[in-house]
């Protein structure tokens, strides 16, 4: 499967053909200039949670491309006010079966409320699916041992796993997520944007490599085959 990272937790996958993409911040993100969103295709939108670094520019891909957008039932009701109306809502302990795939939506522990104060719902991971591998999306998360019932629905090709600290896991508490979900495969996001989430991307690789696991931190704008 590729995997295209555009900055922060924002990145793409292709499976059978549909673009996916994750938690549309570009436009926002001083990293993520070279980023030309008006050429991103997409058929598909996952949103984790309602904060800004989330969905920013969630609104403006998706009228721009008519792709389905598929958040929790909070932010579906928010996006509709908003214009787009080609909404899937799901919430946690759910399974759909999409033209790609399916995916079913697991336990974050974070919060989620809406950039205009409206309250968010709940935040959301995703656990897919597919017939071109698995892989799990934590979203902005806490370490949890909620994390140890993904292994009893799919064996994971790959995690995509926030490692920034401070608002989310570190790369020592990723790691064990890592173990949690059975998987050697860690792409590590939501680290380096801003100042609360500096990190030593060195020293993360290092704890990756000592739990046997392996950190792929994609450069900005590079597709990876994960
Ligand atoms: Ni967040
Ligand atoms: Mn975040």
Same mark, same amino acid.
């Given at each position: 499967?590729?995997?295209?990272?555009?900055?922060?937790?924002?990145?793409?996958?292709?499976?059978?053909?549909?673009?996916?993409?994750?938690?549309?911040?570009?436009?926002?993100?001083?990293?993520?200039?070279?980023?030309?969103?008006?050429?991103?295709?997409?058929?598909?939108?996952?949103?984790?949670?309602?904060?800004?670094?989330?969905?920013?520019?969630?609104?403006?891909?998706?009228?721009?491309?008519?792709? $389905?957008?598929?958040?929790?039932?909070?932010?579906?009701?928010?996006?509709?006010k908003?214009?787009?109306?080609n909404?899937?809502?799901?919430?946690?302990?759910?399974?759909?079966?999409?033209?790609?795939?399916?995916?079913?939506?697991?336990?974050?522990?974070?919060?989620?409320?809406l950039?205009?104060?409206?309250?968010?719902?709940?935040?959301?991971?995703?656990?897919?699916? $597919?017939?071109?591998?698995?892989?799990?999306?934590?979203?902005?998360?806490?370490?949890?041992?909620?994390?140890?019932?993904?292994?009893?629905?799919?064996?994971?090709?790959?995690?995509?796993?926030?490692?920034?600290?401070?608002?989310t896991?570190?790369?020592?508490?990723?790691?064990?997520?890592?173990?949690?979900?059975?998987?050697? $495969?860690?792409?590590?996001?939501?680290?380096?944007?801003?100042?609360?989430?500096?990190?030593?991307?060195?020293?993360?690789?290092?704890?990756?490599?000592?739990?046997?696991?392996?950190?792929?931190?994609?450069?900005i704008?590079?597709?990876?085959?994960?």
């Amino acid at each position: 499967m590729q995997l295209t990272y555009y900055g922060h937790s924002c990145f793409q996958v292709v499976i059978k053909g549909r673009k996916i993409l994750f938690d549309p911040f570009i436009t926002g993100n001083e990293l993520a200039k070279q980023v030309e969103i008006d050429t991103i295709e997409i058929d598909y939108i996952f949103l984790s949670h309602g904060h800004s670094d989330h969905i920013a520019d969630c609104v403006s891909i998706a009228k721009r491309t008519g792709c $389905t957008v598929i958040a929790n039932w909070e932010i579906h009701e928010w996006l509709n006010k908003q214009g787009i109306s080609n909404t899937h809502p799901m919430n946690t302990g759910g399974k759909w079966h999409f033209n790609f795939g399916s995916v079913k939506v697991v336990v974050a522990q974070h919060s989620s409320g809406l950039p205009d104060g409206s309250y968010g719902g709940n935040p959301l991971g995703f656990l897919f699916i $597919t017939g071109e591998g698995n892989f799990y999306y934590s979203g902005d998360t806490a370490l949890t041992l909620d994390m140890r019932l993904i292994p009893g629905w799919a064996k994971l090709d790959f995690a995509v796993l926030p490692i920034g600290d401070n608002f989310t896991m570190d790369a020592a508490d990723a790691a064990k997520a890592a173990d949690f979900i059975d998987c050697e $495969t860690i792409v590590g996001v939501h680290y380096n944007t801003f100042g609360f989430i500096k990190i030593n991307e060195a020293e993360a690789k290092k704890i990756f490599e000592t739990a046997g696991k392996n950190l792929l931190l994609p450069a900005i704008m590079e597709t990876i085959e994960v």
